[in-house]
């Protein structure tokens, strides 16, 4: 297996922000544009470009979410990729990423990940101008619309354009300039030009792309869309199938969850969470066929706010992380392995929990015995099987 050389240059994708904005009910980095998120483009970009170490600063929450979409961007450079949870403002962001930078690392590019279609000629724009010698460079665009000066619903003054500009991202800097101005900050600023500028540097420009929009308001979000779909590269996803398996000891506290019910006058299963076998297997057959990782990627026990969750959580979790993918689940099949319980009488109504936790996709559920074979024919504990196919949204 080859080695990759320590990079000189490491990017810190800003991907903590709540995306209010736009509306979308959730953290604006993981909706979807067609069936990948915001954060998947943006990587994509990011990895096509220059060698860097690319630390993703993430929601509180959705760490194990970035990581997924991370490594599947990366391919082969899946060692250079750290995760690291964001702060409340940007710039207390934008510091969690500085601060996991790697010792080698000089040149430091932040990139909002809501610039999500950013091509990879931008960044290496960025990247030869600090490595010419600026002590930072940012992306810009001229402005070609006439700017005028108002003052309430008075046109008051003409501005001269010719020393406007839009600034985007990537914006790179020496990181000893850039680490320096955080340091020192007193205030927040807009951007991380605006900070290094206060500080006395000088800010070089470098063009920037029409394509390396900020995805803020649906508006954005639908031209995004557009511009997606119109690459002839992209096509319709066929719909998908994944496997899923699962297995859990009798010898936990409490009561009995298995297949989102509650199961009285039985021995519970052990876990980080209920231990309910039918719903975890079900996780994995869905995070599996959609290529988004696994119930370790997602609700690890690294992740405490899933100790002792039920089968709801789980499945209504996992069907959002596939929504905002762009997937959605067609249906799913799972057998279930165990002396006990007996899940004849109970068959619908745990096929019906299941299903609503889902949102409404259809699950079967199917039980048998081992014939006295193994440790689910011992009693120890409880075996369970899932298939699940998607589709794209």
Same mark, same amino acid.
């Given at each position: 297996m080859s080695i990759l050389p320590v990079p000189r240059v490491g990017i810190v994708v800003v991907a903590a922000g709540s995306g209010t904005r736009l509306g979308a009910g959730g953290p604006k980095a993981f909706v979807g544009i067609d069936r990948h998120s915001i954060l998947r483009h943006a990587l994509d970009g990011v990895f096509s470009a220059p060698t860097a170490q690319v630390v993703i600063v993430a929601p509180d929450g959705r760490e194990g979410d970035a990581r997924t979409e991370a490594l599947a961007a990366a391919g082969d450079r899946a060692d250079l990729v750290t995760v690291v949870t964001g702060g409340a403002t940007r710039q207390e962001s934008v510091s969690?990423?500085?601060?996991? &930078?790697?010792?080698?690392? $000089?040149?430091?590019?932040?990139? +909002?990940?809501?610039?999500?279609?950013?091509?990879? @000629?931008?960044?290496?724009?960025? /990247?030869?101008?600090? @490595?010419?010698?600026?002590? !930072?460079?940012?992306?810009?665009? #001229?402005?070609?619309? =006439? /700017?005028?000066?108002?003052? !309430? +619903? $008075?046109?008051?003054?003409?501005? *001269?354009?010719? @020393?406007?500009?839009?600034?985007?991202?990537?914006?790179?800097?020496?990181? +000893?300039?850039?680490?320096?101005a955080y340091a020192a900050a007193m205030q927040d600023f807009t951007d991380d030009a605006a900070l290094v500028?206060?500080?006395?540097?000088?800010?070089?420009?470098?063009?920037?792309?029409?394509?390396?929009?900020?995805?803020?308001?649906?508006? *954005?979000?639908?031209?995004?869309?557009?511009?997606?779909?119109?690459? #002839?590269?992209?096509?319709?996803?066929?719909?998908?199938?994944?496997?899923?398996?699962?297995?859990?000891?009798?010898?936990?506290?409490?009561?009995?969850?298995?297949?989102?019910?509650?199961?009285?006058? @039985?021995?519970?299963?052990?876990?980080?969470?209920?231990?309910?076998?039918?719903?975890?297997?079900?996780?994995?057959? &869905?995070?599996?066929?959609?290529?988004?990782?696994? /119930?370790? =990627?997602?609700? %690890?026990? +690294?992740? #405490?706010?899933y100790a002792g969750a039920h089968a709801d959580a789980f499945? %209504?979790? =996992?069907? =959002? /992380?596939?929504? $905002?993918?762009?997937?959605?689940? !067609?249906?799913v099949s799972v057998q279930v392995q165990a002396n006990r319980p007996r899940f004849a009488a109970r068959r619908a109504e745990a096929e019906r929990a299941l299903s609503d936790a889902l949102g409404g996709a259809p699950v079967s559920v199917s039980a048998t015995t081992t014939d006295g074979l193994g440790f689910t024919g011992r009693g120890e504990g409880v075996s369970a099987y899932a298939v699940a196919l998607v589709v794209p949204v």
């Open positions: 969690a990423g500085l601060a996991a &930078l790697w010792g080698d690392v $000089e040149v430091v590019l932040v990139h +909002d990940a809501a610039r999500a279609l950013t091509p990879p @000629e931008v960044f290496a724009r960025v /990247i030869a101008a600090v @490595e010419a010698g600026a002590a !930072g460079a940012i992306p810009v665009l #001229p402005v070609v619309d =006439t /700017i005028k000066r108002v003052a !309430g +619903d $008075e046109i008051v003054g003409v501005v *001269d354009r010719s @020393e406007l500009a839009s600034a985007q991202t990537p914006q790179g800097f020496r990181r +000893d300039v850039l680490a320096a500028a206060e500080a006395g540097h000088t800010v070089s420009a470098v063009p920037g792309h029409p394509l390396a929009f900020k995805i803020t308001t649906a508006a *954005d979000l639908d031209r995004a869309r557009h511009l997606v779909v119109a690459v #002839p590269a992209v096509a319709a996803a066929p719909p998908r199938i994944g496997v899923g398996t699962d297995v859990h000891a009798f010898g936990g506290d409490g009561a009995l969850w298995l297949a989102g019910l509650e199961w009285g006058g @039985e021995q519970a299963l052990s876990g980080h969470s209920d231990g309910d076998a039918v719903a975890h297997a079900i996780v994995d057959a &869905l995070l599996a066929a959609a290529g988004l990782g696994d /119930i370790g =990627t997602h609700f %690890g026990t +690294d992740q #405490p706010q499945l %209504g979790r =996992t069907a =959002t /992380i596939l929504r $905002e993918a762009g997937w959605r689940v !067609g249906n």
